[in-house]
């Protein structure tokens, strides 16, 4: 059997402060809205929908980004002044770390997104 994310509901407190980090730090589309639903497009076979609901566990969001997105990233979480780290616990401002994902192992930064849902982004390519 194969399957495929389709897409995720994300609860926020405040969708589109949400929306606006995700977009600002990932570079995600925002699509609009659709009913209590902030679309946003992470690639051509997935969306985030975020939804005002205050979360009561934190989830964990890996994305696997090229190496220029994946760069682009780590300064912007460099210059921006923002915790994050190399490992899914770790918010020392050092990284890139090396952790195992979906394709095995590759360079993986760590941060929190506004509601406090632990954001990883990797990236395979050496």
Do not use: K, W
Not at 32 to 45: D, N
């Amino acid at each position: 059997m194969t399957a495929e994310l389709d897409h995720l509901i994300v609860p926020t407190r405040d969708p589109a402060e949400s929306a606006a980090f995700y977009r600002r730090v990932l570079g995600f589309a925002h699509e609009g809205r659709a009913g209590p639903f902030e679309i946003l497009r992470v690639g051509p076979a997935l969306t985030l929908d975020l939804m005002r609901q205050t979360p009561h566990d934190r989830m964990h969001l890996a994305f696997r980004l090229a190496r220029a997105e994946f760069d682009r990233v780590y300064r912007f979480l460099c210059d921006s002044g923002m915790a994050f780290g190399g490992g899914p616990f770790d918010r020392s401002r050092h990284g890139p770390g090396q952790t195992f994902g979906a394709q095995g192992m590759a360079e993986s930064l760590y941060f929190d997104d506004p509601d406090g849902h632990n954001i990883e982004v990797r990236c395979y390519e050496a």
